[in-house]
Structure formats: structure tokens, C-alpha cells
């Protein structure tokens, strides 16, 4: 008879991120700031990370638990530096870090894009998430966890998101790549992919009856997104449950990719 597999005498809790050391970008509004919402009431330590000081602190401000504010631009290899050193000094260390940053203008087409609106959304969405996967990289001691945020929209593209569509196509071959060249430090590298959310940022295509029509045809569920959709997939990712989860994408989408 075939030897039985052990029972281990407890599972790591799916989502447990108590006490986690948790680096966000784009945290002060949206998404980034919903994910730091779910992450501190979950009783992480969190900073928060986004250009504007003013916005990352009032952000902070809302949160139950332990908040670092570090404004700078995820652009910025020095900053990014700068981030990691500061997380590790006032809580000597970082378990996970979620580069979330992103940036989505719309243009007409090739000719109407300017090649500097084509650089700064490759800057920002995939150059961004690699200098913050450099820095997080660098002070992750004994495994970690790098999150990037991808989109629905790196997979199916829309008219007029060309820049957008490959950055975030991008960061799923940077993540697979980093996957293997961090497995033997312990640290994975995954991408949560959102399809379409009911949000504020959300309100100017969920008003275009064209386009929310899209939406909804093309969504399995047949619905958009709550804001209590999305941060589960990140706290999987995040905590101790998913350490041979790595090199994958997690769309978050009611099934827009199967319709
Ligand atoms: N909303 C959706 O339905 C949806 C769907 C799929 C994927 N996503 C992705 O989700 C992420 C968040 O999007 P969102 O919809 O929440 O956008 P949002 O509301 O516009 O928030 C973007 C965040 O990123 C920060 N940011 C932008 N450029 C930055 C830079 N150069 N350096 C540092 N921080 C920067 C912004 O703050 P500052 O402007 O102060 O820097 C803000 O905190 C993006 O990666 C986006 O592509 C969103």
C-alpha cells in the first residue's frame, strides 16, 4: 500500500496578513487605496506609497493600523530605494510589496500618440513595477511576496489603449521572469489582473451606455465589480497560504475573459 501523506497538524490560513510589512504604490486613491484598507483592517502595517503627499497622508489618515506616508514617483529608481530603506528602518523589514501604481490615458490611435504619452505609461506601469521589484528585491529577507497589478486589459485590449495594453501585458512577462530568478530566495512574484470595477475612478465609462454595455456583455457574471471584489486575491497572494504560488495571474473579473 502506497505510504499515506502526513497530515500537517495546521494550514496556513488562506489570506492571513496579520502583522505583515506591506508597501502599497498608488495607495492614495482607488484601488490602492481600497487594498489598503482591506490590508490594514486585516491587521497589516502599511505604507503607502503615491506622488502626491498631501493625497498619501489624508489616505493614511483613514486606516486603522500602523501607516508609513512616502510620497515620490514610482518612476524614480532612487526613490524606490528610498521607500524600502524607510519601510525597513521603522519596521525592520518588508514581507510584501504591491506595485499598483498605474496610469491609463486614452488616445485616438499611433499618430495621435505622442511618444512621450507612449514612454510615460511604459515609465509608470511596467518600469515603475520593475524599480520597486529591484528595491523590495533587495531588503526581502527569507521570502517575501512582489504583487503586481495588471489588468484584464493586458489580455484584451481596447481601442485606444495601445500604451496601456502593453505595459500591462508587460508586467505578466516581468513577473514570470522575476518568478524564477527570485524562487530561490523565497520570494514570489504574481499578478492580480482586474477586469472592470464599480468605483468613482470607474463612473465615466460606467455612464457610457456603450461601453457599460461592453462591459457587461463581456462579463460572465454579467456585473461589475464591487469594492470588496478585489483585495481577497491580493491577501491570497499576500499571505503564508500561496508560498508555491508563483509566475501566476489571478484575474479578478466576473469572467470577462471568457465571454
Ligand atoms: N480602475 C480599474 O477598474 C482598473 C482595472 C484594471 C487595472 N487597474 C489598475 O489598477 C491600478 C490602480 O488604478 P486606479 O484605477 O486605482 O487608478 P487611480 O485612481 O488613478 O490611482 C492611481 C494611483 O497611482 C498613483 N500614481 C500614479 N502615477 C504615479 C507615479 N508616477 N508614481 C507614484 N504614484 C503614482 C496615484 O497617485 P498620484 O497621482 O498622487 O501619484 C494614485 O494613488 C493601476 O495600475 C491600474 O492600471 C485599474
Redesign the pocket.
Known amino acids: 500500500m502506497a505510504e499515506e501523506i502526513e497530515v500537517p497538524h495546521s494550514f496556513p490560513a488562506a489570506g492571513d496578513v496579520e502583522g505583515k510589512r506591506v508597501v502599497i ?10 487594498l489598503a484598507h482591506a490590508f490594514s483592517d486585516a491587521g497589516a502595517l502599511v505604507a503607502l ?4 503627499a498631501e ?2 497622508t489624508s ?1 493614511a489618515g483613514g486606516l486603522p493600523g500602523p501607516t508609513l506616508s512616502l ?6 529608481a532612487d ?1 524606490n530605494e528610498a521607500v524600502a530603506d524607510a519601510t525597513v528602518s521603522a519596521w525592520g523589514g518588508v514581507d510584501v510589496w504591491i ?6 490615458p486614452i488616445v485616438a490611435g499611433p499618430v495621435h500618440t505622442d511618444p512621450t504619452v507612449w514612454r510615460h505609461v511604459i ?3 511596467l518600469t ?1 513595477a520593475f524599480l520597486g521589484a529591484r528595491a523590495a528585491a533587495r531588503v526581502m529577507r527569507g521570502g517575501g511576496r512582489l504583487i503586481f ?5 493586458g489580455e484584451r485590449p481596447r481601442k485606444g489603449l495601445s500604451a ?1 495594453s502593453a ?2 501585458a508587460g508586467l505578466v512577462g516581468m513577473a514570470k521572469s522575476l518568478a524564477l530568478d527570485l524562487a530561490a530566495s523565497g520570494v514570489t512574484v504574481n499578478v492580480v ?5 464599480d ?4 463612473e465615466m ?1 460606467k455612464n457610457d451606455p456603450g461601453l457599460s454595455a461592453s462591459v457587461l456583455g463581456h462579463t460572465a457574471q454579467q456585473r461589475w ?1 464591487a469594492p470588496t471584489d478585489l483585495a481577497g486575491a491580493y491577501q491570497f497572494l499576500a499571505s503564508d497560504a500561496s508560498a508555491f504560488v508563483t509566475g501566476a495571474v489571478l484575474s479578478v473579473d466576473g469572467g470577462y475573459l471568457l465571454v
Open positions: 504604490t498608488g495607495a492614495s486613491r482607488g484601488l490602492g487605496r481600497l506609497v503615491a506622488r502626491s493625497d498619501v489616505a510620497s515620490g514617483d514610482v518612476t524614480d526613490f506595485c499598483n501604481a498605474g496610469v491609463s515609465d509608470v506601469n515603475g497589478t495588471g489588468s484584464v486589459l496601456y505595459s500591462k489582473a482586474p477586469g472592470w470595477f468605483s468613482p475612478l470607474a465609462w465589480g
